[in-house]
């Protein structure tokens, strides 16, 4: 299979601790992308990244994340002490610099926050 | 700002032809894309706009007026398998991201 994967698919955990997120792009893609989709509702971007440089980071997001893709490859997206509104679908897209700018989407991670 | 406007749903019969608008404003414009995405799935790539007018690709056409902020999707031949979210996204100046509008949630009936 040579399209975006996440890891993990879903992830249920405690209010107040910590989740890491995993995503691998399709491997000549050199833009990564994160969003957050709450149901009803249109992905909401977080970041993206070109190669290993954070180019944009959502003015809305909390200092709670952070994301890395320290090889330009894949990236992690971590939340730092969660709470129960970061319940969502966490969506990993990547693409390659050229016109069209189509983005390719992952599965998802499904993090509920109890 | 930025702010992308669909609407929430729509019905249509199957066999028949729908045509879902987004109206857009956003600063800079490098494109406007649709998605389509059922649920529980990511979203999947339909179609790309970045200058005016008509782009066909089978049974979808995508329509974009850059003057006016619109875009629409148009559906023909509908088929039960249509029946999903339809996402409007644009991208914005280079290096901006993308803003992704509420979707419009389409029933195909029998």
């Known amino acids: 299979d040579t399209g975006v994967s996440q890891n993990p698919r879903h992830k249920i955990t405690k209010r107040g601790q910590n989740v890491t997120f995993r995503c691998d792009p399709i491997?000549?893609?050199?833009?990564l992308y994160w969003y957050r989709q709450t149901l009803g509702q249109g992905p909401e971007f977080l970041t993206y990244?070109?190669?290993?440089?954070?180019?944009?980071k959502s003015r809305l997001l909390s200092d709670r994340f952070s994301a890395e893709r320290p090889k330009g490859s894949f990236s992690t997206l971590e939340i730092q002490r969660t709470e129960q509104g970061d319940s969502a679908m966490y969506l990993c897209?990547?693409?390659?610099?050229?016109?069209?700018?189509?983005?390719?989407f992952g599965p998802g991670t499904r993090l509920t926050v109890t | 700002g930025q702010n992308i406007d669909q609407p929430t749903e729509m019905t249509a019969t199957e066999g028949a032809i729908v045509q879902i608008n987004c109206t857009y404003q956003?600063?800079?414009?490098?494109?406007l894309f649709w998605y389509q995405q059922h649920a529980g799935e990511a979203p999947t790539f339909l179609s790309y706009?970045?200058?005016?007018g008509l782009e066909e690709k089978g049974r979808f056409s995508s329509f974009l007026s850059r003057s006016k902020g619109y875009s629409y999707l148009l559906l023909k031949e509908l088929q039960m398998k249509d029946s999903a979210s339809y996402l409007c996204?644009?991208?914005?100046?280079?290096?901006?991201?993308?803003?992704f509008g509420p979707g419009t949630r389409l029933s195909v009936l029998p």
């Open positions: 897209a990547s693409s390659i610099l050229d016109r069209s700018n189509e983005q390719y």
């Open positions: 956003t600063s800079g414009f490098n494109g």
């Open positions: 491997s000549e893609h050199n833009r």
């Open positions: 990244f070109q190669n290993e440089a954070q180019l944009e």
């Open positions: 996204a644009v991208y914005g100046n280079y290096g901006q991201n993308f803003v």
């Open positions: 706009n970045v200058l005016d």
